[in-house]
């Protein structure tokens, strides 16, 4: 019962280089999330999905993509990674229905340097 | 875009004391909710509001969705060791892809 499960749990990258974040839930949840906490701020949404297939910008979209090729993984790409991309990423996913809130992982610490 | 405000920011209390926290915002949700971050851990859902007025217990913790809808307060009663951690109020709307917006988070430190 592994619920949401984020790899890698930590990385360091240097300035210019790429990486791709994984996210994989079981538990049949239509929408998934992906978000950065930053000190003092809050959780701050980057994009998210409703199901597989689609993709959507959130808050703070700029310099990472995304993709949903499958309903249970959820990809968060930095193509050229920035000092400022320093941070907590943090995974979520829901069900569609009413307000049920989310279900995160464990989060994946990223310094660029 | 929308912003909640949650306070306070920090608080250094002694085991056993009650505490409280609380949220508002300019915009309307119709869900409000409580997580609990525990270090090198994602958050947690503590409670879920669903209606205007609604108060709702979890033990300790007491939560209520204010009136306005753009306020919610969480209550902490007899802290314990394990209560320290990152409290979340999370505001959502139902419509759409039923984003979280999230409070900055009230970091809570006990002192035994």
């Known amino acids: ?113 | 875009g929308q912003q909640l405000n949650q306070s306070p920011q920090s608080m250094f209390i002694q085991e056993g004391e009650d505490v409280s926290m609380n949220c508002t915002s300019s915009s309307i949700f119709n869900t409000w909710l409580w997580y609990k971050q525990d270090p090198g851990e994602g958050p947690v859902l503590l409670i879920a509001l669903y209606k205007a007025g609604e108060l709702t217990s979890n033990g300790r913790l007491t939560a209520q969705f204010g009136i306005t809808r753009k306020d919610s307060f969480l209550n902490i009663s007899a802290s314990i060791p394990s209560d320290v951690g990152i409290y979340f109020c999370a505001g959502q709307l139902i419509q759409g892809a039923q984003k979280l917006v999230f409070g900055q988070g009230t970091r809570l430190t006990i002192n035994p």
């Open chain 1, 1 to 113: 019962n592994a619920g949401v499960t984020q790899t890698p749990k930590f990385r360091v990258l240097k300035t210019g280089q790429s990486m791709t974040l994984l996210c994989a839930q079981d538990m049949n949840h239509e929408y998934m999330y992906w978000y950065r906490q930053d000190p003092g701020m809050g959780l701050r949404l980057i994009h998210y999905s409703v199901g597989e297939g689609t993709t959507a910008k959130g808050e703070v979209p700029d310099g990472y993509n995304v993709s949903r090729l499958k309903k249970q993984n959820f990809l968060l790409g930095l193509e050229s990674a920035a000092p400022s991309q320093t941070s907590v990423y943090f995974c979520a996913s829901s069900y569609s229905t009413r307000g049920y809130g989310y279900t995160f992982g464990s989060g994946t610490r990223l310094t660029v340097v």
